[in-house]
């Protein structure tokens, strides 16, 4: 007797019927809910997503870098100088305070805007990268986004699908999940629709799928029961919510930098402001404010305190690049990785190759025959029209081929229909599909059509190497027959006779080794090689569950030989990498003659080259293969726990790999590969999910050109950096020159006391203009065009290492000696005589170090290449930053109301002119360098 419903808890629909349930729920179990009334549950009901922490109020996000340790310290000088003004008889407008305020305040809205474009970029990314799911509507099988899931949703489900939802089990075959996501079970839970006696655990209810679960093996047919937080995963999404992520490595990294030049310049302003002190001691607070002042503006202006948010949206732009390229990275710290890959493991079919298998072959007990126009186009659309392609000879479409073909449909999930524009549209795995479609183009559906129903399956695994269906045949009195597909000598093992015409024929030695023959040398034509073999069942055995023991005693039907033809850009991508110093290996589960030819032909490995096999793989220990992993560029018939083992044998020997994939079996060797890089076409929503890149191509061309660009992100990281520390060292060393060399510049008032080279408020302005237009266009810089002709960049490799220190020390100070070499001129004393006051003499030093660091931003451009020959077209940026610091500076030497805030006076043309002539020089003299460096011979 059925439990009746009263009985049932409210949320447990294991304990439910399933047709009850799809009642329940109002769906009708073979054609879905129709589409209005899914579009109207899920305005009702709302997305199936999970809740994430709301993002923080814009007034939040606005006053978020307040919180800095230099944010503060510019507050506390503001309000110092306010409170100084106050105590002076707050005579006039408080120039001081205003100024610092208005910095602070800029310096805010720049960080604000940067981290929501960095935010804009990571929204942008999730809508790219969204979940799929297939679902059964108005009778119709469509792959609609996981977010429109509602309750009632008819979920169909195949191996490699993520499950999008929580749902009842209305059929299962051979279905099987991973629940660790959910409930921590590390093995297979075999799942069937049968309804539960009684309540159990969440990781008992066998006849229930859940939300952020994978499908392993086998398929099934569910009724969606909880959607978005009404799912178990909803209950952990709100723990899940409150935990912080780990910084990535590049975050580690920019922190550390940080920190340590936070330190280096307080300690750098302590002393200089102690040696200000020591020279003129200041006689009261009035005198002690502008050297407070002055230290604060020199730790400020040390230290690139944007560079944080700078990275984030550099990586972020890097991020939208490779978007435009069809590569979807899911980590923004993944940008900068790829610029270290050494290795990039590759999978064959649909990377290397175009992912369109096609039938080529057909051997049966009579001979070989050739096919053509068998084949399926991009997304499963097979070639139109079909007077293109040309059918079997006359005679050749025999009784064993009939039988063959339809056969291995029987052995088939794939489906197919014509379109409205009357394209073959296919779904399913691409060698099944290409079978149903070879079967319906080449008539031979009359033998396998509705006169067979299936009613039992063991699924295939990478482990089995063959599927085998159990099915009706109607017009033989409802006998029973299994149908077995597979790799050829596994299928082989399990046969005993085969057909030859309408007859059975014992096996013998001979025989057997002349069936291998045939197989060796479909594979070693580049044809993937499946054999078809069956056997009639009993009534006992098919009344039975289906066991693997069915498998045995088959007859051989035949061989099939199908194609998968290699991508035209794959040898030009493989070709690009190995200038670039990266390996490209192949790792697949395919045979090995056909793994070498495709491999062959792409220039991955030269003619002669040896395949590693998985059987060899799994006879060495972990030291082994390592050194085999050095030297072997195939692997071929690897199971999926050797995947792992070949990433973390490539990882031993120190390089940092790329590795693609797109099957659930690949998903451990994603996770733990350097960079994980899913199929977006062909790839299972598992692998997605475990990768940190996505190719929304399936094109190995794609991913090098993902790794170009990582290198490019790299290169502008450290451009932006040289940039930013050079200038501003330039401005602590003008600075702390200035008071130690105040006796040779004439830099001196009446009575000894010391005069300034520069003012607290001109620091924090040169700053300003520093760290926003021109470091943010740096990062924009197009990608070097010999940037794949350098080896990888070591995985230890540092932002700011030895050869850009001496750079940032150089052009430091180069601009220094330019700045106090323009002061010196326009006072009377010192080394140069000049006639200016010494308002003027500071004007024309605080608009050459302004001038210099915008030329400086070119000469930063790159180190060994002129700046001058990209042109202006290059970067459109760059120069719109430069034109607008020269606007800028323009102004607050012109304008009266900033000469007041800034202690600027109007320079004439010509004093103009001398600024700019100095303050060229940082752009020739590193001319001059990279010239003697071209020209220096290499050692």
């Known amino acids: ?247 990535t490595p590049l975050q580690v990294e920019v922190a550390r930098l940080g920190r340590w030049l936070g330190w280096a310049a307080l300690a750098v302003a302590a002393v200089v402001v102690a040696a200000v002190a020591a020279v003129a001691p200041p006689a009261g607070l009035a005198d002690a404010l502008p050297l407070l002042l002055l230290g604060v503006s020199l730790a400020v202006a040390a230290v690139p305190e944007g560079l944080a948010a700078i990275v984030t949206v550099l990586l972020a732009l890097g991020v939208q690049r490779m978007a435009g390229h069809r590569a979807v990275v899911r980590q923004l710290a993944a940008v900068e990785t790829l610029g270290c890959a050494s290795v990039i493991a590759t999978d064959k079919t649909g990377t290397l190759t175009r992912g369109e298998m096609t039938l080529l072959r057909l051997a049966t007990a009579s001979g070989a025959a050739r096919c053509s126009g068998t084949g399926y186009g991009p997304g499963g659309q097979v070639l139109l029209p079909d007077a293109h392609d040309q059918p079997l000879p006359t005679g050749v479409l025999t009784d064993e081929v009939t039988a063959l073909l339809g056969c291995a449909v029987l052995a088939c999930n794939a489906s197919v229909h014509r379109s409205a524009a009357g394209t073959w549209l296919a779904q399913g795995d691409p060698t099944e599909a290409a079978l149903v479609v070879a079967d319906a183009k080449l008539g031979a559906r009359r033998w396998p059509a509705q006169r067979h129903s299936r009613f039992g399956e063991l699924a295939f695994s990478a482990e089995r190497q063959r599927m085998a269906t159990l099915v009706h045949d109607h017009q033989r009195a409802d006998a029973a027959m299994l149908v077995c597909k597979g790799a050829p000598a596994v299928v082989l ?33 580049a044809l993937r090689t499946l054999a078809v073999a069956t056997r009639d069942l009993t009534a006992a055995e098919a009344a039975a569950p289906p066991t693997d023991a069915l498998e045995q005693g088959l007859a051989w039907r035949g061989l099939l030989g199908l194609m998968d033809p290699p991508r035209p850009e794959a040898a030009a991508a493989i070709a690009q990498a190995q200038q670039a110093g990266i390996r490209v290996v192949m790792i697949t589960g395919d045979h090995p003659a056909t793994a070498l030819r495709i491999a062959t032909d792409l220039g991955l490995v030269p003619p002669g080259a040896a395949a590693l096999t998985g059987p060899q793989i799994g006879a060495m220990d972990d030291a082994a293969l390592a050194a085999a992993s050095a030297g072997t560029g195939v692997y071929a018939r690897v199971a999926p726990a050797q995947k792992l083992r070949l990433v973390q044998a490539l990882q031993a020997g120190g390089a940092v790999v790329a590795m693609t994939g797109d099957g659930v079996n690949d998903a451990p060797a994603l996770r733990a590969a350097d960079i994980g890089v899913a199929m977006g076409l062909a790839g299972t929503e598992v692998s997605r999910q475990a990768a940190r890149m996505v190719l929304a191509d399936d094109n190995l061309a794609t991913l090098v050109h993902a790794v170009r660009e990582g290198r490019g992100v790299f290169d502008n990281l450290r451009k932006t950096l040289h940039y930013l520390l050079s200038s501003n060292l330039g401005e602590v060393l003008v600075v702390l020159g200035g008071v130690l060399g105040a006796g040779l510049l004439g830099l001196g008032a009446p009575g000894g006391a ?53 750079a940032v020390l150089r052009g430091g100070g180069l601009m220094a000696a330019l700045t106090l070499l323009a002061l010196d001129a326009c006072l009377p004393g010192g080394l140069i005589a000049g006639s200016g006051s010494i308002d003027l003499a500071r004007t024309a030093a605080f608009t050459t170090l302004v001038l210099s660091q915008l030329f400086n931003a070119l000469a930063c451009r790159s180190a060994t290449a002129s700046a001058l020959q990209a042109g202006f077209s290059h970067n459109r940026w760059l120069w719109a930053s430069l034109a607008l610091g020269v606007l800028l500076q323009v102004a607050v030497v012109h304008l009266p109301w900033l000469n007041q805030a800034f202690g600027t006076v109007p320079m004439a043309p010509a004093q103009w002119a001398l600024c700019g002539a100095l303050a060229s020089g940082t752009l020739w003299g590193s001319e001059l360098r990279k010239w003697w460096g071209r020209r220096r011979p290499q050692g």
Do not use: Y
């Not at 507050?75 to 305070?97: F, H, K, M």
């Not at 014992?506 to 197989?519: C, N």
């Open 493 to 525: 093992a399990r046969c005993s006779h085969r057909w030859v015409g309408a007859a059975l024929q014992p096996l013998d030695d001979a025989i057997r080794d002349q069936l291998l023959a045939e197989a060796a040398t479909l594979s070693g034509q």
């Open 754 to 806: 010391l005069v300034l080279p520069l003012l607290a408020t001109q620091v924090l302005w040169i700053n300003l203009i520093t760290d926003s237009g021109p470091a943010l266009a740096l990062g924009v810089e197009p990608v070097d065009p010999a940037v794949m002709q350098r080896p990888p960049r070591p995985r230890q490799a540092r932002l700011l290492d030895a050869p850009l220190a001496w």
């Open 1 to 247: 007797m059925p439990v009746q419903p009263a009985t049932f808890p409210a949320d447990d629909h294991s304990l439910q019927e399933a047709a009850d349930v799809a009642r329940r729920q109002g769906c009708d179990t073979s054609q879905g809910l129709g589409t209005t009334e899914a579009a109207r549950r899920l305005a009702a009901d709302g997305p199936n997503q999970l809740h994430r922490a709301a993002p923080p109020a814009p007034w939040r996000r606005l006053l978020a870098p307040l919180a800095e340790p230099l944010s503060l310290l510019l507050a506390g000088a503001a309000a110092l100088s306010l409170g100084v003004w106050w105590l002076q008889g707050a005579a006039g407008a408080p120039i001081d305070s205003v100024v610092i305020t208005a910095v602070l305040l800029l310096n805010t809205g720049i960080g604000a805007w940067q981290q929501a474009r960095a935010d804009q970029a990571v929204t942008a990314l999730a809508r790219l990268s969204a979940a799929q799911a297939s679902v059964r509507r108005g009778g119709q099988l469509l792959r609609v986004p996981a977010a429109s899931l509602v309750r009632g949703d008819l979920l169909v489900l195949a191996e490699g699908d993520a499950v999008a939802a929580d749902a009842r089990l209305l059929r299962a075959s051979s279905l099987g999940l991973l629940e660790a996501a959910l409930t921590g079970e590390s093995t297979v839970v075999a799942k069937r629709s049968a309804t539960l006696p009684a309540a159990q655990a969440l990781a008992d209810r066998s006849n229930m799928v859940w939300q952020g679960t994978a499908v392993v093996q086998g398929h099934g047919l569910a009724v969606v029961t909880a959607t978005g937080m009404g799912t178990a995963m909803g209950a952990i999404a709100r723990l899940l919510a409150e935990t912080t992520p780990p910084p």
